[in-house]
Structure formats: C-alpha cells, structure tokens
C-alpha cells in the first residue's frame, strides 16, 4: 500500500489558512459605530462659564468642578484619662458624620497621642449637621469611651486658598451627656475644596473603611521618569591577551554589561592582539549608580566562552559630550582575572596585565526615545543646557467617567477607577475613587510645553491593590485617551466625553467614557511658529544619526529602565500601568495594523486618483463647461508664464480658506473603523495578543505562516512592480536593450532641435491641445509613450 506524499497534506493546511487570508487585504471601510464617537459636553466649570477672577479657587482649578469637602485634621491630644484597670490607654480617634466614619491608628499605652492624619467628607453626600469627633480606648471586648467633641456642621468656616492653612485649636473633651471630662484634643476643622493643600494628603470619605497600610495606593500622586541618557561604548582593540590554553590562540570578543542591558561586539579569529572597532550603544539613567563591565571573552566553542580579563568602569566617572564636539580620547583599562576585578588591592599588586583600548562617554545631545515616534510627548535632549524655553502651558482636568465595565464582579464589588496622564517626564495619577460605575475626580494638572507637535497620553485603570491583594496583582486596564496639541486650538477649552475602547482577544471592547477637559495656552506666539520650521528632534538624531537596527532594542531598553523606576515608587505606579501607557508591544507584527496601514494608503491613493478621475473627465469633455474654462486657464497660463506660480499658490489658498468650513470641531482620539480594531477576525486577534515566542500549537501556528505567507505574497507582488517601473526607468539610457536605448536618443535629439527652433509657448500650446483632445480623435489603445516604456527590460 503505498505511502500518501506529504504534499497533499501541506495543500490540505494551505486550504485551511486560506480563508482568512482571502480577505487578508479585504478593502472594506463601513461606517463609523456612533457609540466610538466623541461626544462634546458643556460641564459647569469656571473657564466655560466666564467667572474667572471671581472666587480666588477659579483661576488654579478653572477646568474642573469645584467639589466642596469637610476637612479634620486630627493632630493629637494630651492628659487623657485611664480607663483600664490595668492604668494604661491605647486611644484612637473616631470621626464620625452621618453614615461615614474615620478612624486614626491606636496608639498603645499613651496618654499624649500625636496622630497628625487627615480625614476628608464629600460635602454632597453629607447627610447629617453633625460631627462627632469621638476618643476611644482600644480594648480586647468593647472600645471604653473616653471623650468628644460635637461640631454644628453649618458653622465650620470656610478656607479658600492662598489663605494660610487653619491653625489648629485644643478642645476640652467632653462626656456623653455633654459635661467636661479630663483630657483636651488638638484639631482643625474647616470646608475646602480640592484646590486645598491637604486635598491629595487626606483619607477621603469613601475610603475609610481601607487599612492603613493600602491606603497610600488610592492616593493622588505625581511622578517623573528617570533623565535617560545614551551610552557610547567604543571597543577599539586590545593586546597581549592571556588563553587559559596556551596551546591555542584565543578567539576574542568583547561583552559589555550595564544593568540589563548586554551587548557583545564581533569575534576576531585566533590573535591576542585583536582589532575590534566596534561602537555599542546603552541607555544609562540618573543618579549614575551602575558600573559598567567589560569583559574579553574567549570564544571555545558553540555556547563556550571562557573569561581572558575583565574591567569595570563606574558610570558616574565617565564623561559627557554635548552636540557635535569631539569625544573624548580612548584610554587604556587593565584587564583583570574575574576574581581580581572586584579587588582593589590586586589591581595595584599586578605588575603585568592585558589590556583594552575604549573610548566610552555620555551622549548628552540626543533625546533618548522612551515611547513610540508616533506617540511622543517629549523631544528634548538629554543635556538641560541644550533645552529650548517652553512654548506654552497644557492643562487637563480630569473630571469625570460613567457607564465603566464592572471589574471586580466575583469580589461582589464594582470597579476602583484611577487615571494616569503622562506628558513629558512627569507622570500623574489620580485617587482611586472605589466601588463605583461612574467616579468623579475633579482634578487639574498643568505641564509646560516645548513643542505643539507632541502627545499627552490619558490611561484609565482599575486598582487591584485596595483591599491587600497579593503584590503580583495587576492593575487592570479600562482604556485609553491620546490627544495631539497642534490639533487643538489656543486658548479653547475643549470638554468631550472619549470613548474608552479596548482590543481584547475577544475584540473590541468600550469599557465607558471619560469626560476632560482640556486647554493648550500660547505664552511665546513667535518661537511656536517657528518650531513648526525646526527638526523634530535635537541636532545629534541628523549629524550622527542611531542605526535603526539599535533604535528599537534601545527605546526597549529606556522603556524598562522607567518603568523599573517608577515601580520603586511608594506607591508605586506599577509595571503593566508604564508598559500600557507607554504602547511597549507596538512593534509586534500584527495583521490587523497591516490591514489598516494598507487602508491608510489606498485613502491616501485615492485623493490622487480622485484628480486623475477629474482631468480624465476633463480630457473626454464629460463637462464642456469646465473643459472649456480649462482651455481658456490654460492658453492665459501658456500665454503669460510668469502667472503660473502664482495661480498656483492662490489656488491653494483659495482651497485652504474654502476647507476651513469643514475643519474638525473635536480633538482627534482612536479611531476603531480606520484601525481596524471593530471588524477584526478572532483569530488574527488570538495572533496579536500570543506571546514571542509563540506558545500555541504547532497545527495553528502552521495555518498562521501559511497566512503570512499569503500576506508576503501580496506585498511581494506590489514592492516587486515598483522594482519593475523604476528598472525600466534606468534601462532608457543604460543600453540594456541597445535598440530601445538607440530610438530614444535619436528621439531626445529630434526633440531637442524642434524645441530649440520652436517658440516654447507653441510647444506647449500643441502638448497641451493635444492632451484634452476631444475623444472623437482619441484611441482605446495605449499611446505610443507608455507602450515603449512597457517593453523596457526590467
């Protein structure tokens, strides 16, 4: 019986993949869902409402409601009275307003307490006229009271900064019947808003049934990334390397470590005197702690190395270059044996010792890219005296979100909501407003900035971190806002609701809607204009430009570096958080992006092939009208050459002020029909979202490279055209095909004496009638032109 051939196997697999690759490049734009659209909103807030000035509040937080809070500062108390037998008193304090109830730490056995906590009631879900502050005595049974003191809500006086923060008073404690009792306690009680200094310090209302210890993560907090720097090693060469084995000569290379990041030159083969001349690139980051190691090492065999010598090098010790001025000189470094290198004694008993030439220094005139191109919400370099003075000032308020996806459902809670900006290297974060569908944060935050064509990212999360969740839990994310500057316009405030949309490996998924408001104020008109003319990035990115194979495994590499770094934090702004804000998988291959990069450029094709339509209808007269007035145009054009250019530039004038009538009323934000994020097949999804490696199956990872396959195909085909007209372009006079090259110079020369002896405006006059020739003298065939370029070899 004889054996079935594999290849009918492999065409089974091939008809299996081809289903989704039938319409890998399926051009499809439906219409846009209403629900992904943005919704403009007229939230009563100062700067729409034309009060500025008025209330000293309204011009720092002029973006945002004003939300009003019942502020106590607990401070401490003294000469408290013993309430046990056993003569000793583990007070805390309770404040109580309505339903809600605060409570300090207890501190064991002291009668003079210092708690200096803050506790802050939302004035609108006040429901009762009286605080309690109450004293109590931590017990194993029932808490003994010890005192309290009762505040008429309506006489708690009202601060309004700048005014200086309340002074704190001593109260006598009382009893429960009202009658004074020994013991006094020290607070401040006042109403303020969130403009207020204590307002990110105080323990809100809505979180007083949180531990001490989580507390701290629902708080509202202001991060900077790390200033990045990149590092340039240069590995020139080395001499008289010691072998382990004498009887060989080594096969050197070089590896250098700093942190994590490891990069190793080339292999010389069989010397002790090896010439590398290699330049590797790190990313370094302040306070410079790290050491960077160089070490020689001998290439044995496949996975084998042995070390020859090694040295290290502190950070901190190497030298800056700015902009384009000469590095500093390559120095000499000993070479150590690897249990002599961290030996400072050995290193000066040594008489003899390898060593190796480098040239290392700071690069401090490039911007070190920590987040996409296309995102970037910083361009400046690394060096603070290379900085340009900022242009203008952003300020975004975040104020509200509703109909937010229930993230915690099997712990019987809703969702603890906190948003993140990132702009520049400072990085905020809002307090967590917990167990609600529709949080409101009310909360402005300024930036200053140096470039209009930059991005300022807003993330929406989940905290998983409230109720003492293991470390490793993640904080989940809701969505996503990007906003471009250059297209918002001066001075407007802007306020919409966006769309938190999601692509899950279920698709795409709209997890609510975030309100902002958001405003781009000019404070130097003239240097913003300008900017428009400058490079995006600093000098150093075009004189000495990066090599694109190491542009990418740097960016990784800073973008590890801030997020290792903020996660040190306390609190911390957590790993997944930086990661998604920061889009750290972007370069992944996904066939969803390359569908929708594809769509980009057909719609960028199709307005050309909208002007070829319009003069193709021109040339066959399907409107005399205009093709008489394009006559006319021309014969002036023709006539009177000095007008081309200007009507040119008036025509493209005319166009600009005519599509002013259309500009966009909203800042951009994610588009899902143009990403292809609402219409994606699952399975190209499951792809996106697997892991690098892969870690599905081999039967689907095969119907993927057949996918791909068919994909590559495609694009194949179409960069393989390109190659074909452009070949054939340099064929014309490269006398691939001697026959095709001898006409056509022939032709140039005929040509060359008719226009020297012929006026050019009759040259023209004839070239142009006879292009918008009426179609009763035109042909279906292609000209003559186009069919002698097509038999060009290629």
Avoid at 68 to 81: C, F, M, S
Avoid at 304 to 328: F, H, N, S, Y
Avoid at 458 to 473: C, L, P, R
Wanted: include cysteine; charge should be positive; charged fraction near 25%.
């Amino acid at each position: 019986m004889k054996e079935k051939p594999p290849a009918v196997e492999i065409r089974a697999d091939f008809a299996k993949a081809a289903a989704p690759a039938a319409s890998v490049m399926h051009m499809q734009m439906p219409g846009q869902n209403p629900d992904y659209l943005l919704v403009e909103t007229r939230p009563p807030v100062a700067a729409r409402l034309r009060y500025r000035g008025g209330d000293k509040t309204l011009t720092t937080y002029d973006l945002v409601e004003q939300m009003h809070y019942l502020y106590v500062n607990v401070v401490k108390a003294k000469d408290l009275p013993v309430m046990d037998m056993s003569g000793s008193l583990d007070p805390y304090v309770e404040v109580k307003l309505g339903n809600y109830k605060g409570r300090t730490k207890h501190l064991e056995k002291n009668q003079n307490p210092v708690w200096h906590q803050i506790f802050a009631f939302s004035k609108e879900r006040v429901q009762s006229n009286l605080l309690e502050v109450v004293v109590k005595d931590k017990d194993f049974g029932k808490d003994d009271f010890v005192g309290k003191i009762v505040f008429d809500v309506m006489e708690i006086p009202l601060r309004v900064p700048p005014d200086s923060p309340l002074a704190p008073q001593w109260y006598r404690l009382a009893d429960k019947k009202g009658d004074k009792v020994k013991g006094e306690i020290m607070l401040a009680v006042w109403m303020g808003t969130q403009a207020d200094e204590s307002f990110p310090e105080a323990w809100h209302s809505d979180a007083h049934n949180i531990s001490h210890s989580n507390l701290a993560n629902t708080r509202s907090k202001v991060y900077f990334s790390p200033k990045l720097y990149y590092l340039r090693v240069h590995v020139m060469e080395a001499q008289d390397l010691v072998p382990h084995d004498k009887g060989r000569l080594p096969d050197p290379y070089v590896k250098v470590v700093l942190g994590n990041q490891i990069r190793p030159t080339k292999v010389i083969q069989r010397t002790i005197h090896p010439v590398w001349d290699d330049q590797l690139m790190f990313v370094a980051s302040e306070p410079f702690e790290d050491y960077i190691i160089i070490s020689v090492e001998d290439r044995i065999g496949p996975g084998k190395d042995e070390i020859l010598g090694r040295a290290m090098i502190p950070v901190r010790e190497v030298p800056q270059r700015l902009e384009t001025g000469k590095p500093p000189d390559p120095r000499w470094f000993n070479l150590l044996k690897p249990s002599k290198a961290e030996e400072e004694g050995e290193k000066k008993k040594e008489k003899f010792s390898s060593k190796i030439l480098l040239r290392i220094f700071l690069e401090a005139g490039y911007h070190v890219l920590d987040e996409s191109t296309h995102f970037s919400s910083d361009l400046q370099p690394s060096s603070k005296f290379l900085r340009k003075q900022s242009i203008g000032i952003l300020e975004l308020g975040i104020l509200s979100a509703k109909n937010l996806q229930p993230m915690k459902m099997k712990d019987g809670k809703l969702t603890d909501a906190y948003c993140v900006a990132k702009y520049g290297n400072k990085w905020v974060r809002t307090r967590t407003l917990l167990d609600t569908l529709s949080p409101r944060w009310n909360e402005q935050y300024t930036w200053e900035v140096h470039d209009p064509c930059t991005v300022i990212t807003i993330g929406v999360f989940d905290n998983s971190h409230t109720n003492g969740s293991k470390d490793d839990a993640r904080d989940q994310r809701i969505g996503k806002v990007r906003v471009r500057l250059s297209t918002l316009e001066i001075d407007r405030v802007y306020t919409h609701y966006y769309p938190l949309l999601v692509l899950t490996p279920g698709g795409l998924k709209k997890n609510g809607e975030l309100q902002l408001a958001l405003r781009f104020t000019c404070t130097a008109w003239v240097n913003m204009v300008a900017q428009y003319g400058r490079p995006l990035l600093p000098k150093m990115h075009y004189v000495q430009p990066i090599p694109v194979m190491n542009i990418d495994w740097l960016r990784h590499q800073a973008m590890q570096i801030v997020a290792a770094r903020l996660q040190r934090a306390e609190p911390p702004l957590r790993r997944e958080v930086v990661e998604y804000m920061l889009d750290v998988d972007y370069h992944m291959w996904s066939l969803r992006r390359s569908k929708a990069n594809f769509n980009r450029i057909m719609s960028l094709l199709s307005g050309v092939t909208a002007i070829c339509k319009w003069f193709n209808d021109i040339c066959y007269w399907r409107n005399p009208i205009t093709t008489c007035l394009v006559h006319i145009l021309f014969l002036i054009l023709v006539c009177y050459p000095e007008l081309i250019l200007p009507t040119i530039f008036l025509y493209l004038f005319v166009i600009g002020i005519w599509n002013y009538r259309f500009r966009p009323r909203h800042p951009p934000h994610m588009d899902a029909r143009l990403s292809q994020a609402d219409r994606t097949h699952p399975d190209e999804l499951d792809e996106e979202f697997d892991t690098f490696p892969t870690s599905r199956p081999s039967d689907i990872v095969r119907m993927r490279y057949d996918r791909l396959r068919s994909v590559a195909g495609r694009v194949q085909t179409v960069v393989g055209d390109l190659a074909s007209q452009g070949e054939r372009a340099q064929a014309i006079l490269s006398w691939r095909d001697p026959r095709a090259t001898a006409i056509f110079i022939i032709f140039s020369l005929i040509w060359a004496v008719f226009i020297y002896v012929t006026p050019f405006q009759v040259v023209a006059v004839l070239f142009g009638l006879y292009w918008l020739r009426h179609p009763r003298f035109r042909s279906k065939l292609p000209s003559v032109p186009v069919n002698f370029f097509k038999r060009l070899p290629s």
